[in-house]
């Protein structure tokens, strides 16, 4: 039997990070600004563009969505925490594709004139 631990990444301090092994590459500004953003559920709404048919659903309806649907596709992003000068951004993805398939990352991006990067993976997960 597989037993699952979550952890919310967004609410550990920085010592606690650095136990995990997420040693900063981003700033402890940054890592603020990404448990503030996300202390709330958020709506993409009208900023979320992709030329295939999407569903937007909250937390509580893709878990319904897993468990009717097993084969039905779910990705979760969390709201980006942003530094002051914008130039550094945190922010959680995780695309659910089945039952044992799927996929997570926490992800440091950072920018350079108008392009983001990814700096760097804090943290991923296979499943």
Same mark, same amino acid.
């Given at each position: ?6 952890? /919310? !990444?967004?609410?550990?301090? $920085?010592?606690?990070? %650095?136990?995990?092994? !997420?040693?900063?590459?981003?700033? /402890? ?18 900023? #979320?563009?992709?030329?295939? $048919? ?13 468990? %009717?649907? $097993? ?10 925490? #942003? ?6 951004? !945190? ?7 089945? $039952?044992?398939? %799927? ?9 350079? %004139? ?14």
């Amino acid at each position: 039997m597989v037993q699952a631990h979550t952890v /919310d !990444l967004a609410a550990l301090t $920085p010592r606690e990070r %650095g136990r995990l092994g !997420l040693i900063s590459v981003a700033s /402890d500004e940054t890592w603020a600004a990404y448990q503030d953003a996300n202390r709330t559920a958020q709506s993409v709404g009208a900023y #979320f563009r992709v030329p295939q $048919p999407v569903t937007l659903v909250d937390s509580a309806s893709a878990v319904g969505v897993r468990r %009717g649907e $097993p084969h039905a596709e779910v990705i979760w992003l969390s709201a980006v925490g #942003f530094n002051a000068a914008h130039t550094e951004a !945190l922010v959680a993805a995780v695309l659910y594709c089945g $039952p044992l398939c %799927g996929y997570g990352e926490l992800l440091v991006l950072a920018r350079t %004139g108008n392009a983001w990067y990814v700096q760097a993976t804090l943290a991923s997960v296979e499943f």
